[in-house]
C-alpha cells in the first residue's frame, strides 16, 4: 500500500507533458531575441486559451463618458483609485487592483469595464502599463 503510486509515477515520467507553450507556441530558443522579435511585431505571445465572456481582466476606461461622481473610489475595497482634482478623472492602479468589478458595477454612466487583457506583469508598479488614465 505504501507504494502503490509508484506505477504512476514512473509512467509520467516516460510522457510527454499536456500542457501548452507558453507565451509562444514552441519554445523559443534564445528569449530575449524572442521578445526583441515581440517588440519589433515579428512575434506575438499569445494567452494559454481564449478568455471566457464575462472574465474580469485590465479596466477599460472611457475617460468622455466620466463624470466626477467619485462612486467607484468610495467601493474600491483595495484603494486603487486616485481622483484627479485638476481634470475631475480618475487614475486607476493596477498594481493594487484586485480585479473586484465593484467600480464597473456602481458606476452610473458605465464607463468602466473589464477587458480580457490579463497579462500586466511589469516591473514598476506605476509604469504607464499598470495605470489606467
Not at 52 to 74: A, H, S, V, W
Not at 83 to 106: G, T
Amino acid at each position: 500500500m505504501k507504494f502503490s503510486m509508484l506505477p504512476q509515477v514512473f509512467g509520467q515520467m516516460f510522457k510527454k507533458p499536456f500542457t501548452n507553450k507558453f507565451p509562444a507556441k514552441y519554445a523559443p530558443d534564445n528569449v530575449t531575441g524572442f521578445l526583441s522579435d515581440v517588440g519589433a511585431g515579428k512575434a506575438s505571445i499569445n494567452p494559454p486559451v481564449e478568455t471566457p465572456p464575462g472574465f474580469r481582466g485590465k479596466i477599460q476606461y472611457d475617460k468622455e463618458k466620466c463624470i466626477g461622481c467619485k462612486l467607484c473610489i468610495k467601493v474600491c475595497p483595495t484603494g486603487a483609485i486616485e481622483f484627479k482634482e485638476e481634470e475631475k478623472k480618475i487614475k486607476i492602479y493596477l498594481a493594487r487592483c484586485c480585479f473586484c468589478s465593484q467600480c464597473n458595477d456602481i458606476c452610473p454612466v458605465n464607463c468602466l469595464s473589464m477587458g480580457s487583457e490579463f497579462l500586466l506583469a511589469d516591473t514598476d508598479k506605476y509604469s504607464k502599463a499598470m495605470t489606467v488614465e
